[in-house]
């Protein structure tokens, strides 16, 4: 699942260097916590929070495959 997220926000930012992943188990599953650089906060969270929104689908989809219950956040 990091490694989707991971490939997704880096082909939206332009500072792919600075993306990082941070995933912590709970007891409700995992959750992960997307950061990346301040200038690119714009890119990934999209007008109106479409582009957060489909990443979180797409997270939630691929967490259902594997049984999982995963969340996102994006961090500042």
């Known amino acids: 699942m990091k490694d989707l997220v991971e490939l997704i926000a880096k082909k939206l930012v332009e500072h792919p260097e600075d993306v990082q992943i941070r ?3 709970g007891e409700e ?3 992960l916590e997307l ?3 301040p200038e690119d ?3 990934v969270i999209g007008r109106n ?3 957060a929104k489909a990443l979180r ?3 939630g989809s691929a967490a259902i ?3 999982a219950r995963v969340s996102l956040q ?3």
Do not use: S
């Open 29 to 31: 599953g995992q959750c």
């Open 57 to 59: 689908t797409v997270v």
């Open 35 to 37: 950061r990346v650089n």
């Open 49 to 51: 929070g479409r582009t």
């Open 41 to 43: 906060m714009g890119r």
């Open 74 to 76: 994006i961090v500042e």
């Open 65 to 67: 495959k594997t049984d």
């Open 23 to 25: 995933v912590i188990d």
